[in-house]
């Protein structure tokens, strides 16, 4: 009898419960929620947390399913080529996040990681064009990358989930080893300098 661990099919099915729990748009929530619970310290914690879960995550995820539904297409959006408009659907709520934030006056640190998000949406965008990227390891590489300049060396800690999704999707045959190292190594450094240039 196999072990559960090298079983093929239960191998495919963490992959996938891994993949689904780590979506882009769903981990966004956990980082924005973690970022303004510790940088407010509650005040005013509510109210720049939904701020921010509807520009960083509802309206970019809605705008996702919509596009998904209209076109027929995986909830992946494997074809590389049908992502560049919930892309930058998604890069114009970042935009108009970071306009709202600063103007409700968040403190400095939230507005720089929600303007990362816009930033990021464009690089990939770009990478698009040309090359079907990991959109999933660059969604944890980046905030790895933020809370790192944030909260030091426990921001590292998110290296696990990033190890974890970047297997999943090799596994699970949505992109090759490189299209994975490639989207987190690029996503971390780019939004390290990003909070190195705006916070100093």
Same mark, same amino acid.
């Not at 882009?24 to 310290?41: A, E, H, K, L, R």
């Not at 297409?73 to 930058?88: A, V």
């Not at 400095?108 to 990021?120: D, G, H, R």
């Not at 080893?177 to 190594?185: K, P």
């Given at each position: 009898?196999?072990?559960?661990?090298?079983?093929?099919? !239960?191998?495919?099915?963490?992959?996938? !419960?891994?993949?689904?729990?780590?979506?882009?748009?769903?981990?966004?929530?956990?980082?924005?929620?973690? !970022?303004?619970?510790? =940088?407010?310290?509650?005040?005013?914690?509510?109210?720049?947390?939904?701020?921010? /879960?509807?520009?960083?995550?509802?309206?970019? /995820?809605?705008? %996702?399913?919509?596009? =998904?539904?209209?076109?027929?297409?995986?909830?992946?959006?494997?074809?590389?080529?049908?992502?560049?408009?919930?892309?930058?659907?998604?890069?114009?709520?970042?935009?108009?996040?970071? =306009?709202?934030?600063?103007?409700?006056?968040?403190?400095?640190?939230?507005?720089?990681?929600?303007?990362?998000?816009?930033?990021?949406?464009? /690089?990939?965008? /770009?990478?698009?064009?040309?090359?079907?990227?990991?959109?999933?390891?660059?969604?944890?590489?980046?905030?790895?990358? %933020?809370?790192?300049?944030?909260?030091?060396?426990?921001?590292?800690?998110?290296?696990?989930?990033?190890?974890?999704?970047?297997?999943?999707?090799?596994?699970?045959?949505?992109?090759?080893?490189?299209? !994975?190292?490639?989207?987190?190594?690029?996503?971390?450094?780019?939004?390290?300098?990003?909070?190195?240039?705006?916070?100093?």
């Amino acid at each position: 009898m196999k072990l559960a661990a090298y079983n093929p099919k !239960v191998k495919q099915g963490i992959a996938q !419960v891994i993949s689904n729990l780590l979506q882009p748009q769903i981990f966004t929530m956990y980082v924005f929620i973690i !970022v303004t619970y510790f =940088i407010t310290g509650g005040n005013n914690f509510f109210i720049l947390t939904l701020l921010c /879960l509807l520009f960083a995550a509802f309206l970019p /995820l809605m705008a %996702a399913l919509k596009w =998904i539904k209209s076109k027929n297409l995986d909830y992946d959006i494997s074809d590389k080529d049908e992502r560049t408009f919930p892309l930058l659907f998604g890069a114009i709520s970042y935009l108009l996040g970071v =306009i709202i934030l600063f103007i409700a006056g968040a403190p400095a640190v939230i507005t720089v990681l929600m303007f990362c998000y816009f930033s990021n949406a464009l /690089l990939i965008i /770009l990478i698009t064009f040309f090359w079907k990227i990991s959109l999933h390891s660059m969604s944890i590489a980046g905030p790895s990358a %933020a809370m790192t300049y944030i909260f030091g060396y426990p921001g590292l800690l998110l290296a696990f989930p990033l190890i974890m999704v970047m297997w999943s999707r090799v596994h699970l045959n949505k992109h090759t080893l490189a299209q !994975v190292i490639v989207g987190a190594v690029t996503s971390f450094i780019f939004t390290w300098l990003q909070f190195k240039i705006l916070l100093g």
